[in-house]
């Protein structure tokens, strides 16, 4: 039999939940919670082999009550539950190590899935938040390739200007470094303000840092 805590500050939410799983002939919901200290003050003396918790909660929500979970019991089973298709409450709980994720919309089967899945220690997270992490992955990448193409608009001379600037270079000093007049950089700089939509130096390097030209 899985033993099963429920985390919900939403009592209807709750009951739903735990009616559902109480018709499964394999688990049982053994304990019920309506915020997170809660739940944490009787992980340690109080068995579950799965914990469904909520993300918002009051006093100390799903997320912080996660990581505090797993630093006291490691190997706990944890699944987050939301009512909202974010994509970086679903990079946090990943990351903070969370075994599933699901959304509380889900049907009774997947519910049911994705208890059994983890507490045979896989993970299960809803089609509909990988389908978000692609979408979200996917639009990362074409912001990151259309950085590097605009990047890649400045001439290897420019660039270099650009990275003297941000060095906080002034017209004779980026003159002397690359050996050319105060008059060709001012008008080096003009070329460099018109290709990066930049009104000033500040400008310059605000463009630089966000294409990578520059870290900070």
């Not at 915020?35 to 992980?43: A, C, F, K, Q, Y």
């Not at 996917?138 to 270099?160: D, I």
Request: charged share 25%; net charge negative; hydrophobic share 45%.
């Amino acid at each position: 039999m899985i033993r099963i805590a429920i985390v919900e500050d939403h009592v209807m939410v709750r009951e739903g939940i735990k009616m559902f799983i109480n018709q499964e002939e394999d688990m049982q919901v053994v304990a019920e919670f309506d915020n997170g200290v809660e739940w944490l003050n009787r992980l340690g003396s109080q068995h579950f082999d799965v914990s469904l918790v909520d993300i918002n909660m009051p006093q100390l929500n799903g997320l912080d009550a996660l990581g505090k979970a797993l630093q006291v019991q490691p190997e706990h089973q944890i699944i987050m539950l939301s009512m909202h298709h974010d994509v970086n409450y679903f990079k946090e709980a990943f990351v903070k190590g969370a075994k599933g994720f699901v959304l509380k919309d889900m049907s009774v089967e997947e519910l049911a899935h994705a208890i059994r899945q983890v507490n045979e220690g896989q993970t299960y997270f809803s089609d509909e938040f990988l389908k978000a992490v692609a979408s979200s992955l996917k639009s990362e990448r074409e912001e990151e390739r259309l950085l590097r193409h605009e990047a890649g608009e400045l001439n290897e001379s420019e660039q270099q200007l650009l990275t003297l600037i941000c060095k906080g270079y002034t017209n004779k000093e980026l003159a002397e470094a690359l050996f050319l007049s105060v008059k060709a950089i001012e008008s080096q700089k003009t070329k460099l303000l018109r290709k990066t939509g930049a009104r000033n130096n500040a400008g310059l390097i605000v463009w630089a840092i966000k294409h990578h030209i520059v870290k900070i």
